[in-house]
Nanobody
Framework: QVQVVESGGGLVQPGGSLRLSCTAS????????MGWYRQAPGKERDLVAR???????NLADFVKGRFTISRDNAKNTVYLEMNSLKPEDTAVYYC??????????????WGQGTQVTVSS
């Protein structure tokens, strides 16, 4: 089994910062992509950022210049540094990890989600 656990959400004022962390553990041979989606009430789940095992990353246009994604492969952990937060960033943030459990077994695993609320 594989577990994906997020942490770091919370309430922050507009213009503030938060850092989300996400760690995958369990029966892991290798992890390719890791990243973050978010879902606001009544809206679809949108990709926020993703990063490959080699460190190549992509960020959604709506967070470019404000958010940074990074990764520690030794710890199977991905981070999302969020700066200059806006009320429209309020959402549940979900981490994913694309895990190879063996050379022939590959699945995407999701965290339970962490709430980020940007409000004064």
């Amino acid at each position: 089994q594989v577990q994906v656990v997020e942490s770091g959400g919370g309430l922050v004022q507009p213009g503030g910062s938060l850092r989300l962390s996400c760690t995958a553990s369990g029966s892991i041979f290798s992890i390719s992509d890791m990243g973050w989606y978010r879902q606001a009430p009544g809206k679809e789940r949108d990709l926020v950022a993703r990063i490959t095992q080699s460190g190549s990353s992509n960020l959604a246009d709506f967070v470019k210049g404000r958010f940074t994604i990074s990764r520690d492969n030794a710890k199977n952990t991905v981070y999302l540094e969020m700066n200059s937060l806006k009320p429209e960033d309020t959402a549940v943030y979900y981490c994913f990890a694309d895990v190879w459990r063996s050379v022939i077994s590959y699945s995407r695993y999701w965290g339970q989600g962490t709430q980020v609320t940007v409000s004064s």
